[in-house]
């Protein structure tokens, strides 16, 4: 199959906010975007492109075991990170069933090493600015234009360039201490850091603490192997609000303008005659907070029962809270606008796994059974306040909003369920061909009774040709493999939990009699067929090594179809309750040809 390694000496070395920063550009097919809502922020990540029009598209995180998704990288520290493992292609993402139809991306953390306790330290510190402007007007040259042309200004006799207000030299610094150790029975690593990001712009800043823990030991004279990990985050974020209207108003507002408040009224110099224009500084008093708390513990335990037979147990926990607090002020928003919100997930994941390895004369094979449990909880809660007579509360207290809008209080509760059972077969003969072939089911709790389980094989080959004999006569090729594979996985990342049952909303409140009740409705189309996304991937490849692997070539072409689209089609009202159904209908493809060259010129025993 399709699979990239990058281990820590072929990463990225700048200054890392987010762990995935280290091995941009490094992979092919691998696309990351940074996003505008944060310095610690990833827009979209895509292996290969986009392949779902509602499921999702980002690709499977695995930390040490622990499944996640991109949010659980801020509670790693890229200097904990040993190796970065990709899974492109359906052959290779089968393992991890419907959670890896868009890509897998594994990240193995560093482990403690046999010896005395050591301690590390790294830490960078840097600087950001602005690099460009728009150029515009300035405040003589607005009024000289004003004057040529006849036009009537509002002149208040400042001369304020409202980009450089709003702006600031962000600092940078990061700070990462680790202790490790152990002997030949037991290992330990324990390490804590810490990053904080200054935006470009005021009142935009990031606070990142991380710590993990992981240690392994022996037992029984090595029958068995434990291992026990810990990671985990604190992350504050002060973030912009309406970056368009903000960065609009700064390069439009009226240069004349003062940078300070009006010392009469307390307030914001405001243009009444401009709904999209609203005083930049006015938008820097805005509060927008949010708070992210990440821990996830795992265990392993591996039973070496024979020297071909292992058994391994593994077991996670995850749990993730988010705290979002926002105060609109009166300056920005007519009367104020407070809103709290809590979100909070909880992950519960188990598996069993049986392997077999067993090699004879030229033979070799191994096999693999799978059975895997995982639930997980979704909760939350948020509130919105509105008519404020002063900003000094902020969000701070909520009874001082005199309305509560019926849309802007509101909580909910999911429990998705997914169990899956896999087998895997793995034939080697001679070191030059080798078959794989995956079989795995998964079943979904999102789906209806006749369409929970899902059935999604692989198959994939290798031919080293190098190993062969008529390739002797060619000294300069040190590696040439040949690589294909087939496969279906599964996408159900993208629907809500209970799509397919008929549930109800509340509406309003109404008057019934000389007291108020809440009004009860449906709160969506309801289609109990919806079943399974499922994509089709081929793929083929070659891989060249020359010159004593001074040049490597590394080439895929893949084909991906995905079937039975999930996607909210419109539909007609009556017979629907709703303008939308989520169905399963149409079809998408995607292929594409990824070319990865390396080169090493010169290659000693001392540098390379």
């Known amino acids: ?219 029984f004279d090595g029958f068995l192997n434990c291992e026990l990990g810990m990671f985990g985050s604190i992350q504050k974020n002060h973030n912009l609000v309406d970056l368009q209207k903000t960065f609009y108003s700064a390069a439009t507002f009226n240069p004349t303008y003062p940078n300070h408040k009006d010392p009469d009224s307390g307030s914001w110099d405001g243009i009444t005659t401009a709904s999209q224009i609203t005083n930049p500084l006015a938008w820097m008093e805005v509060q927008d907070h949010d708070a992210t708390s990440h821990i996830s513990t795992h265990a392993r335990l591996k039973f070496n029962l024979m020297d071909e037979l292992k058994l391994v147990l593994f077991g996670a926990y995850t749990y993730n809270i988010v705290e979002n607090s926002q105060y609109l002020p009166t300056s920005v928003w007519a009367h104020g606008q407070a809103y709290k919100g809590t979100k909070k997930m909880e992950s519960l994941l188990g598996n069993m796994m049986l392997t077999y390895k067993k090699g004879w004369k030229k033979h070799y094979f191994d096999a693999l059974a799978l059975a895997e449990l995982q639930k997980e909880t979704y909760t939350g809660f948020y509130t919105t306040v509105t008519n404020f007579n002063t900003d000094k509360f902020g969000y701070h207290n909520l009874q001082a909003g005199a309305l509560r809008p019926w849309e802007g209080t509101n909580s909910y509760y999911e429990q998705p369920h997914l169990a899956s059972f896999m087998g895997r077969f793995n034939y080697t003969y001679a070191d030059r061909y080798s078959l794989t072939m995956t079989a795995r089911t998964d079943a979904s709790s999102k789906f209806g009774a006749n369409h929970k389980w899902g059935f999604f094989p692989s198959v994939s080959a290798a031919w080293v040709i190098s190993e062969e004999k008529f390739m002797k006569r060619l000294p300069v090729i040190d590696n040439l493999k040949f690589r294909i594979g087939y496969g279906l996985a599964g996408n159900q990342s993208g629907i809500d939990s209970y799509t397919t049952l008929s549930l109800v909303k509340p509406n309003g409140v109404i008057p019934v009699g000389n007291s108020a009740a809440v009004s009860l409705g449906d709160l969506r189309n309801t289609n109990p067929d919806v079943k399974w996304e499922v994509k089709h991937t081929f793929n083929t490849g070659i891989d060249l090594a020359m010159f004593g692997n001074r040049l490597l070539l590394s080439a895929n072409y893949y084909n991906s179809k995905t079937t039975d689209m999930l996607y909210l089609y419109n539909v007609s009202v009556p017979p629907f309750t709703y303008n939308t159904l989520l169905a399963n209908i149409g079809s998408m493809r995607n292929s594409g040809l990824e070319i990865a060259i390396g080169i090493t010129p010169l290659k000693t025993q001392d540098m390379e």
Do not use: C, W
């Open 1 to 219: 199959g399709s699979v990239e390694k990058i281990t820590e000496t072929q990463m990225n070395k700048d200054q890392i906010t987010n762990p995935l920063e280290a091995i941009r550009g490094r992979v092919p097919g691998l696309t990351i975007q940074r996003g505008t809502n944060g310095p610690a922020a990833l827009d979209a990540v895509r292996l290969r492109g986009t392949t779902s029009l509602t499921s999702g598209n980002d690709p499977l995180i695995i930390v040490d075991g622990v499944f996640g998704d991109l949010s659980m990288l801020t509670s790693i520290y890229p200097t904990d990170i040993e190796s970065f493992t990709i899974l492109k292609d359906a052959s290779e993402t089968a393992q991890y069933g419907s959670r890896g139809a868009s890509g897998v991306i594994e990240i193995t953390t560093k482990k403690g090493m046999s010896g005395k306790t050591q301690v590390s330290y790294n830490g960078i510190f840097g600087i950001s600015t602005v690099y460009k402007n728009l150029k515009m007007l300035s405040a003589d040259d607005f009024r000289r234009v004003a004057s040529e042309r006849g036009i009537s200004i509002l002149d208040k006799g400042n001369n304020t360039d409202f980009q450089k207000e709003i702006e600031q030299t962000g600092l940078q610094q990061n700070h990462h201490i680790a202790f490790y150790g152990g002997s030949n029975e037991s290992s330990y690593r324990v390490s804590l850091g810490f990053m904080d990001r200054q935006g470009v712009i005021l009142n935009e800043d990031m606070k990142n603490f991380t710590s993990n823990m992981n240690m392994t030991q022996k037992i």
